[in-house]
């Protein structure tokens, strides 16, 4: 149970989305790390030209839908069009909710690294 990562999560919207949608169609949902119950990953949306965005939680993954929480780390919920971006990127409730991977084995790398 916990916050999930993968490196270098990208996919674009399968569909638009409109700003209350809380299943999000991605291109390909098996970009973002697998989850378990009770686990949860952080999706941010963007445009094209990033000039809007929005953090997602992302509970649960189910092909090629994310079950998401809208509008986290003070962002607005928002409408994305088809082919907008859906990226697994650093955020700052990443920061400072996950462990270090020290804790778990004295080393900086994580053993999926």
């Known amino acids: 149970m916990g916050v999930k ?14 700003n209350s949608v809380t299943t999000i169609p991605v291109t390909s949902g098996a970009v973002f790390p697998t989850l378990a119950s009770g686990d949860h990953t952080y999706i941010t949306l963007s445009n094209l030209d990033n ?3 929005e953090i997602l939680k992302c509970t649960a993954i189910s092909g090629n839908n994310l079950t998401v929480l809208r509008a986290q ?6 409408a994305f069009a088809s082919g ?3 990226e697994g990127r ?6 400072y909710t996950s462990p270090s991977p020290r ?11």
Do not use: H, I, W, Y
């Open 5 to 18: 990562f993968k490196n270098n999560a990208e996919t674009t919207l399968s569909g638009a989305v409109n």
């Open 51 to 53: 000039t809007a965005l």
């Open 73 to 78: 780390e003070g962002t607005t919920a928002q």
């Open 84 to 86: 907008d971006k859906a």
């Open 90 to 95: 650093l955020t700052v409730c990443l920061l």
């Open 103 to 113: 804790d778990q084995r004295g080393s900086r790398m994580p053993a999926s690294a």
